[in-house]
């Protein structure tokens, strides 16, 4: 059976390649021996021009000066033409030496005084002189008795200034032609030399480029192309892709989401698309790790960093905002049940208490005991409900009262305390104060006199909240540092991050435009102070007396 082929490669065919490598390499190798052949072509198409007005030149300088020998003008005018005559043997001393053809001396009447061919002094020569009898100097390619040549012909001047003659000198034109095939071999070599480096050039670029595409064909990699923008834009995880400079390369749908950018971002530097932060360095790598947490508004991001060869990296992002909120409800929800197995153990001491009394028949004590016991409970309650009029606040407030006794931790609302019922973001707040409460209850569990005294008051439509707890405080040079993510000095709970509560409550408190900031109390402990601007509707916004309040069913929901 045959084998089946790669994906993406069908059967071999003669003709065109199909890989990237290959028909780069044959497309250089095309324009180069193209280049070559023009270059060469445009060298030797005015070469054979250039020599023939060469040999016209030589022969025009020859000419010019045997014309100017007085010996030959006298010559000529006081004796016959013959083959041993003076005016033949000048000639022929001039041709031996500048290796003309023929050097020819005539009359006004074109009669020869020389020639290379004895026979023909005293003939009439066979082209026509007359420019050069009219007193005209000539350059040309003709024919004549001794076939083809390169022709200079000067007119030939007497004493008076007056034509007597004219000079004509001829070079051979065999000779031009053998000049010019002698300068083809050369040219071609260098031509071919050229070649030579043009196409191991070439060949060498290629290989770059077989090496850089993976020797993918071009089918291969608009596929590739193809499905890496589906995959990109189709997973549900944020991808962003960095440069060696640190630019935005690539953003897909679901980082965009995340990030709150939008496609301009692509190509600019990523601290000028997100600003300075935890999550620009965590992009950036200054911050190295797996599974790293970041905060982008209000939403909790896991970041994963891969480098790339050419100094960029990948960064893959995964939304963790309803995950970190269900870890954060499951430790409540632990904590909630430590406490609801502690306060059943004092329930039944308690039973068993009444139960004693009633047997002993002491049953004045016994509704004394009951009466005591609730009364507590109901007062702790109606003291937070009178000053913290937002139900789900107070609902807050009244279930980590319990949770905080169960830890050994007095939890008390600070003198002026008061929230009238008109907070524009309830759940908003409640996850402000939850979060300060919960880390002030594990900073004073254990101290002596451990408390929390939490503080309420508004400034008009600002809501100012203040968390003071007995624990160890926090240290002056870690003011700043507490409220980015990942700060903690908590042991890692069942969800497995620390280091995003400060970090939330500085966020919320930011998108509200106020302020959150942590100072030392006096006494020892720590004091957070959390500003919220507008965080009250005006009081024209409160609803009709007997309308229903629209967070009671959420306070239910929240008891239950």
């Avoid at 499905?227 to 630019?247: K, N, W």
């Amino acid at each position: 059976m045959n084998a089946p082929l790669p994906p993406g490669r069908g059967p071999r065919r003669f003709g065109w390649p199909q890989r990237v490598f290959s028909q780069v390499l044959l497309m250089q190798l095309a324009i180069i021996t193209g280049v070559t052949i023009l270059v060469t072509g445009l060298f030797l198409a005015p070469l054979s021009e250039q020599l023939d007005d060469q040999a016209m030149r030589r022969a025009l300088a020859i000419a010019q000066s045997t014309a100017a020998d007085p010996d030959i003008v006298e010559n000529l005018s006081s004796t016959d033409p013959s083959d041993g005559g003076p005016v033949q043997s000048a000639a022929e001393r001039v041709r031996g030496a500048t290796g003309a053809e023929y050097v020819v001396v005539m009359n006004r009447r074109g009669v020869r005084w020389s020639h290379p061919d004895t026979d023909r002094i005293g003939a009439v020569v066979s082209t026509d002189p007359g420019e050069a009898l009219r007193g005209q100097e000539v350059m040309e390619i003709d024919s004549g008795t001794l076939g083809r040549s390169a022709r200079g012909k000067v007119p030939l001047f007497g004493p008076s200034g007056e034509v007597i003659g004219a000079v004509s000198v001829g070079i051979a034109y065999d000779s031009v032609r053998a000049r010019l095939l002698a300068a083809i071999p050369g040219l071609l070599a260098y031509a071919g030399g050229a070649l030579a480096v043009g196409a191991l050039a070439a060949y060498l670029i290629s290989r770059r480029l077989q090496r850089q595409t993976h020797d993918l064909a071009f089918s291969d990699i608009s596929a590739l192309l193809t499905e890496r923008e589906a995959m990109l834009h189709g997973i549900r995880e944020g991808v962003v892709a960095l440069d060696g400079a640190g630019r935005v390369r690539l953003l897909n749908d679901e980082a965009q989401r995340l990030l709150g950018l939008g496609p301009e971002a692509a190509g600019r530097p990523l601290e000028e698309v997100l600003g300075d932060g935890r999550t620009t360095d965590v992009l950036a790598g200054r911050v190295v790790g797996d599974d790293l947490l970041a905060v982008r508004g209000s939403r909790v991001l896991l970041a994963n960093r891969m480098p790339t060869d050419d100094g960029g990296a990948v960064v893959t992002l995964r939304d963790r905002t309803e995950l970190e909120h269900l870890g954060r409800e499951l430790d409540s929800t632990t904590g909630l049940i430590d406490a609801l197995r502690a306060q059943d153990h004092e329930h039944a001491n308690r039973l068993h208490t009444l139960l004693g009394l009633l047997e002993l028949e002491m049953h004045e004590d016994a509704m004394e005991f009951v009466t005591e016991v609730v009364g507590v409970h109901r007062a702790t309650a109606e003291q937070v409900t009178e000053k913290v009029q937002d139900p789900l606040l107070a609902a807050l407030l009244v279930g980590k009262t319990t949770v905080a006794a169960e830890r050994g931790v007095s939890l008390r609302l600070a003198p002026g305390t008061l929230l009238p019922d008109r907070v524009v973001d309830p759940r908003g707040l409640v996850t402000v104060v939850g979060n300060l409460v919960d880390n002030a209850t594990d900073a004073a569990a254990g101290s002596e006199g451990a408390r929390i005294e939490v503080g309420l008051r508004t400034e008009g439509r600002t809501v100012v909240l203040d968390v003071r707890d007995s624990g160890p405080g926090v240290p002056h040079d870690q003011h700043a540092s507490i409220f980015t993510e990942g700060w903690s000095t908590k042991d890692v709970p069942a969800h497995g991050k620390r280091g995003l509560g400060l970090a939330l409550v500085r966020r919320l408190a930011e998108r509200q435009g106020g302020s959150v900031t942590v100072s030392g109390a006096d006494g020892g402990g720590a004091v957070f102070t959390v500003v919220l601007p507008e965080a009250l509707a005006a009081p024209s916004a409160e609803p009709p007396a007997g309308a229903p309040h629209p967070t009671h069913p959420a306070t239910t929901g929240e008891q239950r």
